[in-house]
Nanobody
């Protein structure tokens, strides 16, 4: 069964830190580009950070220098270290796995169920 399970969300004060985890199962984790997205109430889902299977990273401007994405292919797990958290970081954070399926010429996207991050004093 293909699964992405996020954990590590919660309530934190401004300036604090959290580390999100995304545990993958049921597919070849190392073959997928992995990303974190967030969705705030009433807004569209947006990219926070991405990490390709070759190790290239991309970050949203709003989190550069504060968030770090990483993956452990041996453990089939992706992480998001979030430091210096701000109230505007409050959102549901989703894990995404993506790969291009060449024989069908389509992108395959897998999503987790999300984990709530709330930054508030």
């Amino acid at each position: 069964q293909v699964q992405l399970v996020e954990s590590g969300g919660g309530l934190v004060q401004p300036g604090g830190s959290l580390r999100l985890s995304c545990a993958a199962s049921g597919f070849t984790f190392s073959a997928y580009a992995m990303s974190w997205y967030l969705q705030a109430p009433g807004k569209q889902r947006e990219l926070v950070a991405a990490l390709t299977s070759s190790g290239s990273t991309k970050y949203a401007d709003s989190v550069k220098g504060r968030f770090t994405i990483s993956r452990d292919n041996a453990e089939n797990t992706m992480y998001l270290q979030m430091n210096s958290l701000k109230p505007e970081d409050t959102a549901v954070y989703y894990c995404n796995a993506r790969r291009y399926v060449a024989d069908r010429r389509v992108w395959e996207d897998l999503w987790g169920q999300g984990t709530q991050v709330t930054v508030s004093s």
